[in-house]
């Protein structure tokens, strides 16, 4: 038996970059480390044994970026015999072999597709002394299923796809997760129950194209039923999701939306370009005029959602004509909030070799006029709240930590970013507050009085279950830019969550 063995349970970090399905499956990492006997690493202490990289292949410079950090790590593993550096995700799914040429101190190599091998691939490499990279070709096992150690006590992230049957010529998602697969109706709600039982009030349903959930078995309104099935759980506050592709937006679920007292206001759908001709070459199977009749029909049975989207600005080939087409369909359909990413190419997909490369100087002139343009539209969006009572589901982590005395922050039904003056009485994350808005900013709401009412919820109570133990220690660190997006995210127009798609 060696000093290791009699050790302490050896820790581990998860440092996580890229979507939404990135956070999900490093919530399954978490889970599994944590079956197989590890322990989360105190936030800050920078001595986990284990750090596993979740990476993407869809943020700009993502491998220089990944052996950067993996340099950065060499003189530790020096220091400490023992440690071991997992590479996962995306960019391990693309890169293979190469993570281990150009990194040999990295243990273990994995896929998008095994993340649940990642206990075992740990102890094998340990024992054999030699790295072990293994990728599979295919869904072994959906993620969903794979045990959860969650960030949040109160919100949820449910997958109910993997995968994407689209060819957009930006995109190398569908080449490195994958054809989309389904969850079954019921496997998803059994997970949302069980959520909801822990404490859990809102859930966001996730997949790379959610709303075309159903594929598989051809029902074209098989996601609207799992929006209406997931609003009738019991003790659930909040459903959302993320993101729906404008090819598979279907009348019955802006009318799920509308009718489905929790199914939240807020849509986030990506128009990537305004200009047809561009949506072409991008292999977008929509146009403009597609999309605004979705904002139409949205706006129609829902007033009050909050709409935002992704936009990709100097696709190679885009014209002046063209991009003026983009800001014509922002000032149309007046977007909440808009995540614009200057395009550069990916390596494996059509668009890097496409004719018409944009001069970066043209594709940052013609940025900087559409960040413009959403920051004047989400202002004027945002003071047309002034005066309205929000309930808000109290957050943490989010806002200013220079006045974290004096105020807190949470989420709107929108979406949007609200801070609100604290209270005199004790307000978790998790419950929930009524607020009335005093100020609209460009990326955040203000609420200066202090609360209405405060409602103290299952979710606030688990926070505090969660939060009772002595240490509270952290080891997922995120840096989230949209999938399926050639570029990395500006700094966006307002706060929110990314796209994926």
């Given at each position: ?321 063209d991009f003026e087409q983009t800001l014509h369909v922002v000032r149309e359909a007046r977007f909440a909030q808009a995540f614009t990413f200057q395009y550069s190419k990916r390596p494996g997909t059509p668009a890097a070799e496409m004719d018409g490369q944009i001069p970066k100087a043209v594709v940052q002139e013609r940025y900087e006029r559409l960040v413009a ?129």
């Amino acid at each position: 038996m060696t000093a290791q063995d009699t050790a302490l349970p050896r820790s581990y970090e998860i440092r996580t970059y890229g979507c939404q399905m990135n956070v999900h499956d490093s919530e399954r990492l978490a889970g599994l480390l944590e079956g197989a006997g590890y322990v989360r690493a105190p936030e800050g202490s920078d001595e986990a044994d284990v750090v596993v990289f979740n990476t993407c292949a869809v943020r700009e410079n993502a491998d220089n970026r990944l052996y950067g950090n993996l340099g950065r790590l060499v003189p530790k593993k020096a220091e400490r015999p023992g440690m071991q550096i997992a590479v996962g995700g995306c960019l391990a799914q693309k890169d293979r072999d190469t993570i281990i040429k150009r990194a040999p101190w990295v243990d273990v190599v994995f896929g998008t597709h095994n993340i649940g091998s990642l206990p075992v691939l740990l102890e094998r490499a340990r024992v054999a002394d030699e790295a072990q990279v293994e990728i599979a070709e295919s869904l072994e096992t959906f993620p969903s299923t794979l045990p959860s150690r969650r960030e949040s006590a109160y919100a949820a992230w449910v997958a109910i796809s993997v995968g994407c049957n689209n060819t957009c010529t930006f995109c190398i998602v569908p080449a490195l997760r994958g054809k989309e697969k389904d969850r079954r109706p019921g496997d998803v709600l059994a997970e949302v129950e069980a959520l909801v039982a822990e404490g859990v009030v809102e859930v966001t349903l996730l997949g790379q194209n959610v709303n075309a959930y159903g594929s598989d078995i051809g029902d074209r309104e098989a996601f609207g039923k799992l929006l209406r099935a997931t609003g009738g759980v019991e003790g659930l506050e909040r459903v959302r999701f993320t993101s729906p592709h404008p090819r598979d937006f279907t009348d019955d679920v802006i009318a799920a939306m509308a009718e489905t007292p929790n199914v939240m206001h807020q849509l986030h759908m990506p128009l990537q370009s305004g200009s047809d001709r561009v949506l072409k070459a991008m292999r977008r199977s929509y146009r403009q005029d597609r999309y605004l009749g979705i904002i139409e029909k949205v706006r129609a049975a829902m007033p009050d959602a909050a709409i935002t989207t992704d936009i990709i600005v100097g696709f190679p080939g885009e014209t002046e004509e063209d991009f003026e087409q983009t800001l014509h369909v922002v000032r149309e359909a007046r977007f909440a909030q808009a995540f614009t990413f200057q395009y550069s190419k990916r390596p494996g997909t059509p668009a890097a070799e496409m004719d018409g490369q944009i001069p970066k100087a043209v594709v940052q002139e013609r940025y900087e006029r559409l960040v413009a343009l959403q920051e004047e539209i989400s202002w004027e969006e945002n003071r047309k709240q002034v005066g309205r009572t929000l309930e808000v589901l109290v957050a943490e982590g989010e806002g200013r930590k220079d006045d974290a005395t004096k105020r807190l922050s949470g989420r709107a039904p929108d979406n949007r970013l609200v801070h609100f003056e604290r209270p005199a009485e004790e307000v978790r994350p998790g419950d929930m507050v009524t607020v009335e808005i005093t100020y609209g900013a460009p990326h955040h709401l203000l609420a200066e009085k202090p609360p209405l009412a405060v409602r103290r919820t299952r979710a606030g109570d688990a926070w505090e279950r969660r939060n009772s133990a002595p240490a509270k220690p952290a080891g997922v660190m995120l840096g989230l830019p949209t999938i399926g997006a050639p570029a990395v995210p500006q700094t966006p127009v307002a706060a929110g969550g990314c796209a994926l798609d």
